[in-house]
């Protein structure tokens, strides 16, 4: 029988700010990647950003979209993004709400209005948030490491 390498049956989710919560599923620390589910209520948004690498999503639940562009994901749809596009992620109000599994390849950076440089997010610092989180909860380190691979 099929074993896979990674399975997460329960729901672990750590707080993203006010916007909703994520659920890590697989940190890639040989490609510099990492698989998360992002569940969000309300107006969230997510500060305009670009990836160095592509980032493939699939919509669970409601719906989002990034204000740069015209379309909107709704629960069933794939979206692919190519490295080095800019974007600002928000919840579609008609919706209010939005679930989705991200699949990112690298790093992002966050950018200011003008585009400049502000900040930065790797499979390193997500991890290093993650962990910390477990061990606030309980979880403990072994199912973190149970996620990097």
């Not at 502000?118 to 948030?129: G, S």
Request: negative net charge; hydrophobic residues 40%; proline residues 4%.
């Amino acid at each position: 029988m099929f074993q896979p390498d990674v399975m997460v049956e329960d729901e672990k989710w750590y707080p993203l700010g006010k916007m909703g919560m994520v659920r890590p599923m697989l940190f890639d620390v040989t490609n510099g990647g990492w698989i998360s589910i992002l569940k969000a209520v309300g107006e969230g948004t997510i500060q305009r950003h670009h990836h160095a690498s592509p980032v493939q999503a699939w919509t669970l639940d409601g719906a989002w979209g990034y204000r740069e562009y015209d379309w909107v994901a709704r629960a069933g749809s794939f979206v692919y993004e190519a490295a080095g596009g800019v974007h600002t992620l928000y919840i579609d109000p008609a919706a209010g709400k939005m679930t989705a599994i991200f699949h990112v390849h690298g790093p992002l950076v966050y950018l200011d209005e003008q585009g400049n440089a502000v900040d930065y997010d790797d499979v390193f610092l997500r991890l290093d948030r993650y962990a910390k989180h477990c061990r606030e909860v309980g979880l403990g380190d072994d199912y973190v490491k149970s996620l990097i691979r």
